[in-house]
C-alpha cells in the first residue's frame, strides 16, 4: 500500500505476455469457426475455400516477411552509409527540452 | 454579398492567413492558426455547385476557372481543412512563426489544385505547393533537413517540368485549357507527361524515395502537416484526370507493395509511417486506376479517413519524438508507462490504418477492395487483400509495439502536451465515428454508394485476415528484430549518383581545364616570355657568326662574344657604340628594301 507510486508495468510481467499469446491464440481460431456460421459470396471461386482469409493473411505475411529478409540483404546499410549523421547529437529545436509543456 | 463571398476560392483565405500569421504573436497566433482553417471549412461548405468565377488570360486561350465546385473537389476541400484546423491545434507548442506561415501557403495552394478548373491555374499551384512545402521542410533548421530539402526540390522540379511539358503539349493540340478526365484511347505524349507529373508528386515508383528521404527530416509538426497534403492531392488530380488508366492499377498495386516492404525495414519511426503513405497512396492509384464509380468514390473515402489516421499516427510518433528527442525503433521502447494516452490515440490510428471493425479504414478502404471484386480482378483484388494484411504487419502492430512496448529502455518521458492530447482525442474520436456512421462520408462522395461494410462475411473474414497477420507478426518476431540501419532506396541513384557525377565531371571537365591551363597560362606563356627576352639577341647573334668568322674568330671566341651579346640584349646594356652601329645597319637595310 505504501508503494502507491509504483509504475504501471502489466506488459512487461511473463503472466500477461502469457495471457496475450493465449487471447492472440484465441482470436485466430474464433475468427475461424466463426466462419462455419456465416453464409459466404466469393466473387472469384478461390476465395470460397474454408479459412481462405486465414490462410491469405498467415501465408502472405510469412512471404512478405521472408521477402523483406532477403531484400534487407541487399539493401541495408549502416546509418552512417550517406555520411550524414555528422549533427546526430544536435537537438533540433522542435524538441521539448524538459521545461516547457 | 454572399455571392461575392462564395466566389472567393478557398485558398486565398488561407494566404491571406499567412500574411496575419507572421503580424501575431504568442498565443494569439495559435488560436488564429486553429480557427482560420475552421472557417475555411465553413466557407467551403457555403460554396455552391454552380458555375465558378472565370478570369480572362491571354486571348487565344479560355478563360481561367480559379474556383471549380463539384462533389469531388468539396470532399477534397473538407479534409483538407479539417486536418489543417486540428494539426495547427496540435502545433500549440511552436514558438516560431516561420513554419506556419509556410504550412498556410502550402495548404493554400494544395486547395488552389483541388479546386483549379482549367491546368493553367493547377500547374502555378502545383509549383507554389512544391516551393512552400520545401520551406516547411527546411523549417527544422538542422543540416540534414537542408541536405534532404535540396533533394526534395531537385525532384519536385522535375516532376514540375514533366507537367509543365505535358500541358503545353496537351494544350497546343487540342487548344483547351479545361482540366477533365482525359481519354485512356486518345492517350499521347502530352497526357502521359501529365500523369508522369501527377504520379512523381503520388510518390509513384521510382519518384517514391523524395517522401521518405524529405518527411521524416522536417520537423514534429512539419512532417504532421507534410504527410496530408502533396500526395493527396496528387491523387486528385489522377481521379479527376485519369480513371480508368489501366497501368494505375500495376502502378498502385507496386507502390502498395513497396511501402509495406520497405516500412517493415526501416528503424526509423517516422520514416516507418513515411512509407506507410505510400503504402496506402497505392490503394488509391489502384482505384484510380479501376475507375468505376465505386472505385473513385472508394478511393475519395479512402483517402479522407487515410488523413485523419495518418495524421493521428504523425502525432503520436511526432509526441514521442518531442518529449524523448529519439525516433528509432531501436531507441524507443516501453513507453507505454508514462505516454498512455499517446499510446491509446496512436492505437487507434493504427486500428484504424488496418481496417480493424469499428475503424475508418473498415469503411473506407475494403470499398476499393469491393470495387476489385465487382469488376473481377483477380490478380489486382489479391494484391490489395495481401497489401492490407501487410498493413496491419507494418503500421498496425510495428509501429506501436516497437515504440510503446517491446523491451523497455528506460525512456521516462513525460505524457504530451495538452494540447497535442486534444488534437490526437478528436481524430482518434473521428476515426471510430466514420468507422460506426460511414454515412456521414458517403454523403460527401462524389459518386453514390450502394456499399455496405457491416456484413457477417465481411466482419468474419476481415477478422481471419488481421488476426492471422498478427500471429505471423508475433511468431516471426525475432526476425523482425530491429537493426540499427538504414535502406537504399531509389535516393541512392542521385545521392551516390549524384556524388559519383560531381567526381566524373570533375575529373573529366576541371581535369582538361587544368591542363588546357597548364599548356596555355603556365608552358606557353613562359616560352613566350623567354622567347620576347631572348629571340632578338640570339637572331643577332646568329646573324654576326658569319662576320665574326670573316674576321678570324675561333669557335670559343664566337661562343664567348655570343653569350656575351645575349646577356647585354637581356639587360639591355649595350655600350653606345654597338646600339648606333645597330641603328646604322637597320637604316641600311631599310635603304636597301626601298631601293629593291
Request: charged share 15%; glycine share 8%.
Given at each position: 500500500?505504501?508503494?502507491q507510486k509504483k509504475?504501471?508495468?502489466?506488459?512487461?510481467?511473463p503472466?500477461?505476455?502469457r495471457?496475450?499469446?493465449r487471447?492472440?491464440?484465441?482470436?485466430c481460431?474464433?475468427?475461424?469457426?466463426?466462419?462455419?456460421?456465416v453464409?459466404?459470396?466469393p466473387?472469384?471461386g478461390i476465395?470460397?475455400?474454408?479459412?481462405?482469409?486465414?490462410?491469405?493473411?498467415?501465408?502472405?505475411?510469412t512471404v512478405?516477411i521472408?521477402l523483406e529478409?532477403?531484400?534487407g540483404?541487399?539493401?541495408?546499410?549502416s546509418?552512417?552509409?550517406?555520411?550524414d549523421?555528422?549533427?546526430?547529437?544536435?537537438i533540433?529545436?522542435?524538441?521539448?527540452?524538459?521545461?516547457a509543456? | 454579398?454572399?455571392?461575392m463571398?462564395?466566389?472567393?476560392p478557398?485558398s486565398?483565405l488561407?494566404?491571406?492567413?499567412?500574411?496575419?500569421?507572421?503580424?501575431?504573436?504568442?498565443?494569439a497566433?495559435n488560436?488564429?492558426?486553429?480557427?482560420?482553417?475552421a472557417?475555411?471549412f465553413?466557407?467551403?461548405s457555403?460554396?455552391s455547385?454552380?458555375?465558378?468565377p472565370k478570369?480572362?488570360?491571354?486571348?487565344t486561350?479560355?478563360a481561367l476557372?480559379?474556383?471549380?465546385?463539384?462533389?469531388l473537389?468539396?470532399a477534397?476541400g473538407?479534409?483538407?481543412?479539417?486536418n489543417?484546423?486540428?494539426?495547427f491545434?496540435f502545433?500549440?507548442?511552436?514558438?516560431?512563426a516561420?513554419q506556419?506561415?509556410?504550412?498556410?501557403v502550402?495548404?493554400?495552394?494544395?486547395?488552389?489544385v483541388?479546386?483549379a478548373?482549367?491546368?493553367?491555374?493547377?500547374?502555378?499551384?502545383?509549383e507554389?505547393?512544391?516551393?512552400?512545402s520545401?520551406f516547411?521542410?527546411?523549417a527544422?533548421?538542422?543540416?540534414?533537413?537542408?541536405?534532404?530539402?535540396?533533394r526534395?526540390?531537385?525532384?519536385h522540379i522535375?516532376?514540375g517540368?514533366?507537367?509543365l511539358?505535358?500541358?503545353?503539349?496537351?494544350?497546343?493540340s487540342?487548344?483547351?485549357?479545361?482540366f477533365?478526365?482525359f481519354?485512356?484511347?486518345?492517350?499521347n505524349?502530352g497526357?502521359?507527361?501529365?500523369l508522369?507529373?501527377?504520379l512523381?508528386?503520388?510518390?509513384?515508383?521510382?519518384?517514391?524515395?523524395?517522401?521518405s528521404?524529405?518527411y521524416?527530416?522536417?520537423s514534429?509538426?512539419?512532417?504532421?502537416?507534410?504527410?496530408a497534403?502533396?500526395?493527396?492531392?496528387?491523387?486528385?488530380?489522377?481521379?479527376?484526370?485519369?480513371?480508368?488508366?489501366?497501368p494505375?492499377?500495376?502502378?498502385g498495386?507496386?507502390?502498395?507493395v513497396?511501402?509495406?516492404m520497405y516500412?517493415?525495414?526501416?528503424?526509423?519511426?517516422?520514416?516507418?509511417?513515411?512509407y506507410?503513405i505510400?503504402?496506402q497512396?497505392?490503394f488509391?492509384?489502384c482505384?484510380?486506376?479501376?475507375?468505376?464509380?465505386?472505385?473513385?468514390a472508394?478511393?475519395v473515402?479512402?483517402?479522407f479517413?487515410?488523413?485523419?489516421?495518418?495524421?493521428?499516427?504523425?502525432m503520436?510518433?511526432?509526441?514521442?519524438?518531442y518529449?524523448?528527442g529519439?525516433?528509432?525503433?531501436?531507441?524507443?521502447?516501453?513507453?507505454?508507462?508514462t505516454?498512455p494516452?499517446?499510446?491509446l490515440?496512436?492505437?487507434?490510428?493504427?486500428?484504424?490504418?488496418?481496417?480493424v471493425p469499428?475503424?475508418?479504414g473498415?469503411?473506407?478502404?475494403?470499398i476499393?477492395?469491393?470495387a476489385?471484386?465487382?469488376?473481377?480482378?483477380?490478380?489486382?483484388w489479391l494484391i490489395?487483400?495481401l497489401?492490407s494484411?501487410?498493413v496491419?504487419?507494418?503500421a498496425g502492430?510495428?509501429?506501436p509495439y516497437?515504440?510503446?512496448?517491446?523491451?523497455?529502455?528506460?525512456?521516462?518521458?513525460k505524457?504530451?502536451?495538452?494540447?497535442?492530447l486534444?488534437?490526437?482525442?478528436?481524430l482518434?474520436?473521428?476515426c471510430i465515428?466514420?468507422?460506426?456512421?460511414?454515412?456521414m462520408?458517403?454523403?460527401i462522395l462524389?459518386?453514390?454508394?450502394?456499399?455496405?461494410?457491416?456484413?457477417?462475411?465481411?466482419l468474419?473474414?476481415?477478422m481471419?485476415l488481421l488476426m492471422?497477420s498478427?500471429?505471423?507478426f508475433?511468431l516471426f518476431?525475432?526476425l523482425?528484430?530491429?537493426t540499427?540501419?538504414?535502406?537504399?532506396d531509389?535516393?541512392?541513384f542521385?545521392?551516390?549518383?549524384?556524388v559519383?557525377f560531381?567526381?566524373?565531371?570533375?575529373?573529366?571537365?576541371?581535369?582538361i581545364?587544368?591542363?588546357?591551363?597548364?599548356?596555355?597560362?603556365?608552358?606557353y606563356?613562359a616560352w613566350?616570355?623567354?622567347?620576347?627576352?631572348?629571340a632578338?639577341?640570339?637572331?643577332?647573334?646568329?646573324?654576326?657568326?658569319p662576320y665574326?668568322?670573316?674576321?678570324?674568330?675561333?669557335?670559343?671566341?664566337i661562343?664567348?662574344?655570343?653569350?656575351?651579346?645575349?646577356?647585354r640584349?637581356?639587360?639591355?646594356a649595350?655600350?653606345?657604340?654597338?646600339?648606333?652601329?645597330?641603328a646604322?645597319?637597320?637604316?641600311?637595310i631599310?635603304?636597301?628594301?626601298?631601293?629593291?
Amino acid at each position: 500500500m505504501a508503494q502507491q507510486k509504483k509504475e504501471f508495468d502489466w506488459f512487461d510481467r511473463p503472466s500477461s505476455r502469457r495471457l496475450l499469446w493465449r487471447l492472440l491464440w484465441g482470436a485466430c481460431a474464433l475468427s475461424v469457426v466463426a466462419e462455419l456460421f456465416v453464409h459466404r459470396h466469393p466473387y472469384f471461386g478461390i476465395d470460397g475455400i474454408f479459412g481462405f482469409y486465414a490462410l491469405l493473411g498467415f501465408i502472405g505475411c510469412t512471404v512478405m516477411i521472408l521477402l523483406e529478409k532477403g531484400l534487407g540483404k541487399w539493401v541495408k546499410r549502416s546509418e552512417d552509409y550517406y555520411n550524414d549523421h555528422i549533427e546526430d547529437d544536435v537537438i533540433p529545436e522542435d524538441i521539448d527540452d524538459g521545461h516547457a509543456d | 454579398m454572399t455571392a461575392m463571398l462564395t466566389d472567393i476560392p478557398p485558398s486565398l483565405l488561407l494566404f491571406a492567413g499567412a500574411l496575419i500569421t507572421m503580424l501575431l504573436r504568442g498565443r494569439a497566433r495559435n488560436i488564429f492558426l486553429v480557427v482560420l482553417p475552421a472557417y475555411t471549412f465553413w466557407h467551403i461548405s457555403q460554396l455552391s455547385f454552380s458555375e465558378g468565377p472565370k478570369m480572362e488570360f491571354l486571348p487565344t486561350f479560355d478563360a481561367l476557372e480559379p474556383l471549380r465546385v463539384d462533389k469531388l473537389s468539396k470532399a477534397f476541400g473538407y479534409i483538407f481543412t479539417l486536418n489543417a484546423a486540428v494539426a495547427f491545434l496540435f502545433a500549440f507548442y511552436v514558438k516560431k512563426a516561420f513554419q506556419h506561415v509556410w504550412a498556410l501557403v502550402y495548404i493554400g495552394a494544395a486547395l488552389g489544385v483541388i479546386f483549379a478548373g482549367d491546368l493553367i491555374t493547377l500547374y502555378v499551384y502545383w509549383e507554389l505547393m512544391a516551393i512552400s512545402s520545401a520551406f516547411v521542410i527546411i523549417a527544422r533548421n538542422t543540416l540534414r533537413a537542408k541536405q534532404a530539402t535540396f533533394r526534395y526540390v531537385m525532384v519536385h522540379i522535375f516532376g514540375g517540368l514533366l507537367l509543365l511539358a505535358g500541358i503545353v503539349m496537351t494544350v497546343s493540340s487540342s487548344g483547351s485549357i479545361a482540366f477533365d478526365s482525359f481519354d485512356y484511347a486518345d492517350a499521347n505524349l502530352g497526357t502521359w507527361l501529365i500523369l508522369a507529373g501527377f504520379l512523381v508528386n503520388a510518390a509513384a515508383p521510382l519518384f517514391s524515395s523524395w517522401l521518405s528521404d524529405a518527411y521524416p527530416e522536417a520537423s514534429v509538426t512539419g512532417g504532421l502537416i507534410l504527410s496530408a497534403y502533396t500526395t493527396k492531392t496528387a491523387v486528385y488530380t489522377l481521379l479527376r484526370g485519369f480513371p480508368g488508366w489501366e497501368p494505375l492499377m500495376v502502378i498502385g498495386c507496386v507502390m502498395a507493395v513497396f511501402g509495406i516492404m520497405y516500412a517493415l525495414l526501416e528503424n526509423d519511426m517516422r520514416r516507418i509511417l513515411a512509407y506507410s503513405i505510400i503504402n496506402q497512396v497505392g490503394f488509391m492509384v489502384c482505384a484510380a486506376g479501376i475507375g468505376t464509380k465505386m472505385a473513385i468514390a472508394g478511393a475519395v473515402a479512402h483517402a479522407f479517413c487515410h488523413i485523419i489516421y495518418k495524421s493521428l499516427l504523425w502525432m503520436s510518433a511526432g509526441a514521442v519524438l518531442y518529449r524523448t528527442g529519439k525516433s528509432r525503433c531501436t531507441d524507443l521502447g516501453g513507453l507505454y508507462k508514462t505516454m498512455p494516452w499517446t499510446l491509446l490515440f496512436g492505437g487507434i490510428g493504427a486500428l484504424a490504418i488496418s481496417a480493424v471493425p469499428l475503424t475508418s479504414g473498415f469503411t473506407s478502404k475494403t470499398i476499393i477492395i469491393a470495387a476489385t471484386e465487382h469488376e473481377k480482378l483477380f490478380w489486382i483484388w489479391l494484391i490489395l487483400e495481401l497489401a492490407s494484411a501487410g498493413v496491419f504487419l507494418h503500421a498496425g502492430i510495428k509501429f506501436p509495439y516497437f515504440v510503446f512496448f517491446n523491451q523497455d529502455k528506460g525512456l521516462r518521458p513525460k505524457e504530451a502536451p495538452k494540447t497535442m492530447l486534444w488534437a490526437m482525442g478528436i481524430l482518434a474520436f473521428l476515426c471510430i465515428w466514420l468507422g460506426i456512421r460511414p454515412q456521414m462520408l458517403y454523403d460527401i462522395l462524389p459518386y453514390a454508394v450502394d456499399y455496405k461494410a457491416y456484413t457477417a462475411s465481411h466482419l468474419v473474414t476481415q477478422m481471419q485476415l488481421l488476426m492471422f497477420s498478427a500471429l505471423v507478426f508475433f511468431l516471426f518476431l525475432p526476425l523482425l528484430k530491429r537493426t540499427a540501419t538504414i535502406s537504399l532506396d531509389v535516393d541512392w541513384f542521385y545521392r551516390k549518383g549524384g556524388v559519383a557525377f560531381y567526381r566524373l565531371m570533375d575529373k573529366s571537365l576541371n581535369g582538361i581545364n587544368a591542363k588546357v591551363a597548364d599548356v596555355i597560362a603556365v608552358r606557353y606563356t613562359a616560352w613566350l616570355g623567354r622567347f620576347l627576352r631572348t629571340a632578338p639577341a640570339e637572331i643577332l647573334g646568329g646573324l654576326l657568326v658569319p662576320y665574326w668568322m670573316g674576321i678570324g674568330l675561333n669557335s670559343d671566341e664566337i661562343a664567348g662574344r655570343k653569350a656575351k651579346l645575349v646577356l647585354r640584349a637581356k639587360r639591355g646594356a649595350f655600350p653606345v657604340g654597338i646600339t648606333a652601329c645597330l641603328a646604322v645597319m637597320m637604316l641600311a637595310i631599310i635603304y636597301l628594301v626601298a631601293l629593291a
